[in-house]
């Protein structure tokens, strides 16, 4: 079965930086949207940031719009989440997710495939 895994997390101070990967082993993602969602200790698992099967549309939640970037390279399979001017109410484990569609949805409904995790700290 196709996995999503995703690595690149760790500790890190606030405002340093991080990218996260995801690779796609089954590379079958190419025709559908991507996202990172993140869930932080005792909170739901929330929104970060989108990207259509192309790559020309964005969804960004707010805290992150400015310091985040989300990006792909559907010929390898891979997603990215460049992190810069990292808060400590950044730290959560962020996951990877495939949706079922194009379109770069903001909501974890239609997000079919997801990743086991990586944890991210950012230290005061």
């Known amino acids: 079965q196709a996995q999503l895994v995703e690595s690149g997390g760790g500790l890190v101070q606030a405002g340093g930086s991080l990218r996260l990967s995801c690779a796609d082993s089954?590379?079958?993602?190419?025709?559908?949207?991507m996202a990172w969602f993140r869930q932080a200790p005792g909170k739901n698992r929330e929104f970060v940031a989108a990207?259509?099967?192309?790559?020309?549309?964005?969804n960004y939640a707010d805290p992150v719009k400015g310091r985040f970037t989300i990006s792909r390279d559907r010929g390898a399979s891979r997603m990215y989440l460049q992190m810069n001017s990292l808060k400590p109410e950044d730290t959560a484990v962020y996951y990877c997710?495939?949706?079922?569609?194009?379109?770069?949805?903001?909501?974890?409904?239609?997000?079919?495939?997801w990743g086991q995790g990586t944890q991210v700290t950012v230290s005061s």
């Open positions: 997710a495939v949706h079922r569609g194009a379109s770069p949805s903001i909501t974890s409904a239609g997000y079919v495939r």
């Open positions: 089954g590379r079958t993602s190419s025709n559908n949207a």
């Open positions: 990207t259509s099967w192309s790559g020309g549309a964005k």
